[in-house]
């Protein structure tokens, strides 16, 4: 807003022209009013129409009649452990790879040049595309079969560039102060890395984990090739598993009458997000940001 | 002493194990069926064979039946791959699949819809003709009320497309569509919310959503009446079959399976799907 007035140049405050100044505000204010409006319509919709099927049991019954009736209980199990597998193979090696982009690698080296474009190509790939490779590699390919493994691998493929590319960003925003310092106290390169240089990178990588946790569970292309369609209880990772947006999908699109407990799990879902995004910043804020305090 | 001993326990337990099996054949047909079971394709069948198979898994504890859906196509190329062991397709096998053997489970009809204002009662198969190909492009020259129609269409791929194409001797690239979409979910959803567009949907999600008050009407087709019960007698005409299709011999699950899913056992489970169960 402030800045919109202040960005104007000092012919458009003159009393004559005052009126695109005026349009200005109101057109920004207009813009930023729908786009509250938009999410509050959606989670609103969301509201009135899956409460009514909400309840404590919903949460833990198994679906019946294609989804129609019961409850959700088995698909939120295969939905957090996908979630797992990709989050356990995601963080170790985006923040590797991010390490070393950010500290490894010269600005303008060539090898870190490479694997920065192909992380940008990658971070622009549709998901059914990544759906289509992680059946052909990790389904047919590498014998895993519709599963929980295959599903996570997936969505860890995906949700890699962004992890990586705003981590490297959090390690480029620790001021080269924190490495000198480090370097006259005498520390290793690896106990700078570890007590000082990642723990001050923490908001970037904690901004790549609230970004990939969001795509990946709301994804549904990729998860309906790899940890497929099966609504019944996991008993292990290799078994197939329903995650929560595929059954959204599936009640929405698939099963007359399902409508009621689509919205009811999407409202399910959104709150799940919510709840993973906070636990998220509060555990980095405990485990990491506590050790130094940035600026 | 103690080989011969737990051979005995080992016979025990098997006799155990068929007197089991047994008691459970007399249902099932033969011996106890065991292992799992890979079934792939159509999203239309899917629900209704998730349905199926969780009662199957329920009458044998040591079966675990995975479904997964992805279309018709993908159902065929999976048992020739051998990664299904079952598909499941919503239509009957095309000339160039009749190295594969399907068994109906159900049978879907394909249903003509309207907004429900839309005075429209009945269309010829001519007037439904001229309207999807564009030569009739406004609802007073079919019989109705002023207004330019929108035709609403499949995408391509889709199993409806394919058998509402071939009743009337149509090629996709005649028809004249406002709008394509994908699911009947969505025909039903577009229709509803436009009262002058026009759809076909299957008969069984339109007979369900028009039951609970969505605004679509199914005007007669050709003087035949849209209804579950003209297809379950065999008179509709636009009609197609829910089939499960294997490739080459069948393993003794598959077997047990489709017998089962084609069996009187599993009719309310189609009925619940909106689905008419297949008569042999």
Not at chain 1, 32 to 51: E, M, N, P, T, Y
Not at chain 1, 116 to 142: C, E, H, K, T, W
Not at chain 1, 268 to 275: E, M, P, R, S, T
């Amino acid at each position: 807003m402030s800045d919109v007035k202040s960005s104007q140049p000092a012919w458009m405050s003159n009393r004559h022209f005052d009126w695109p100044d005026r349009l200005a505000t109101v057109l920004v204010w207009l813009v930023a009013i729908s786009i509250v409006a938009i999410f509050v319509w959606i989670v609103g919709d969301l509201v009135r129409h899956g409460v009514p099927h909400l309840s404590v049991s919903f949460l833990f019954e198994a679906p019946r009649d294609a989804g129609r009736a019961g409850g959700v209980g088995p698909i939120l199990v295969s939905t957090g452990l996908i979630l797992g597998v990709c989050l356990a193979v995601s963080i170790p090696v985006g923040v590797g790879t991010a390490m070393l982009l950010a500290e490894f690698t010269r600005r303008g080296g060539g090898f870190g040049l490479l694997v920065r474009r192909s992380l940008d190509v990658l971070a622009g790939v549709p998901s059914i595309v990544f759906g289509l490779f992680g059946n052909a590699l990790f389904v047919i390919y590498l014998g895993m079969g519709f599963s929980i493994l295959a599903g996570g691998l997936t969505l860890a493929c995906m949700v890699l560039p962004i992890l990586i590319r705003s981590t490297e960003e959090g390690f480029r925003a620790v001021p080269d102060d924190y490495r000198r310092a480090a370097a006259a106290l005498g520390l290793t390169r690896s106990a700078a890395l570890w007590q000082i240089l990642l723990p001050a990178a923490t908001p970037g990588l904690i901004v790549g984990l609230v970004l990939g946790i969001g795509r990946a569970l709301a994804e549904t292309a990729a998860l309906l090739f790899t940890s497929g369609y099966v609504d019944r209880m996991p008993e292990s990772v290799l078994d197939s598993g329903r995650a929560l947006s595929i059954h959204i999908y599936d009640l929405a699109m698939n099963v007359p009458g399902g409508d009621g407990n689509a919205y009811a799990s999407a409202l399910v879902l959104i709150v799940l997000l919510l709840a993973i995004n906070g636990l998220t910043f509060w555990l980095a804020d405990r485990w990491l940001g506590r050790r130094i305090t940035p600026q | 002493m103690r080989v011969i001993r737990s051979m005995l326990g080992l016979a025990l337990l098997l006799n155990l194990l068929v007197i089991a099996a047994c008691g459970d054949g007399a249902t099932g047909g033969e011996g106890e069926v065991q292992g799992r079971l890979i079934v792939t394709g159509s999203s239309t069948v899917a629900p209704l064979v998730g349905e199926i198979a969780r009662r199957f898994e329920q009458k044998h504890p040591g079966v675990r039946i995975d479904v997964q859906a992805g279309g018709s196509s993908q159902a065929v190329a999976d048992v020739q791959r051998g990664t299904a062991g079952l598909g499941m397709i919503s239509r009957s096998l095309a000339e160039s699949e009749r190295h594969l053997d399907a068994t109906t489970i159900a049978r879907d009809g394909i249903v003509l819809i309207v907004h429900r204002d839309n005075p429209i009662d009945a269309l010829s198969d001519e007037q439904v003709v001229d309207i999807f190909t564009g030569r009739v492009r406004n609802w007073k020259d079919a019989g109705g009320d002023d207004g330019r129609i929108t035709v609403v269409n499949k995408a391509d791929g889709r199993a409806t497309l394919a058998i509402f194409l071939d009743h009337y001797e149509l090629q996709s690239r005649d028809i004249k569509p406002g709008v394509v979409i994908g699911d009947n979910q969505q025909g039903i959803r577009t229709v509803a919310g436009d009262p002058h567009a026009i759809s076909y949907v299957s008969i069984g999600t339109a007979t369900f959503e028009a039951s609970r008050g969505t605004a679509i009407r199914m005007p007669r087709i050709d003087g035949q009446e849209p209804t579950l019960e003209a297809v379950h007698r065999g008179e509709y005409a636009l009609a197609r079959p829910l089939n499960l299709i294997t490739h080459g011999s069948r393993s003794a699950l598959a077997e047990a399976f489709i017998a089962f899913a084609s069996s009187p056992e599993v009719h309310d489970l189609v009925e619940a799907q909106y689905f008419v169960p297949a008569v042999e």
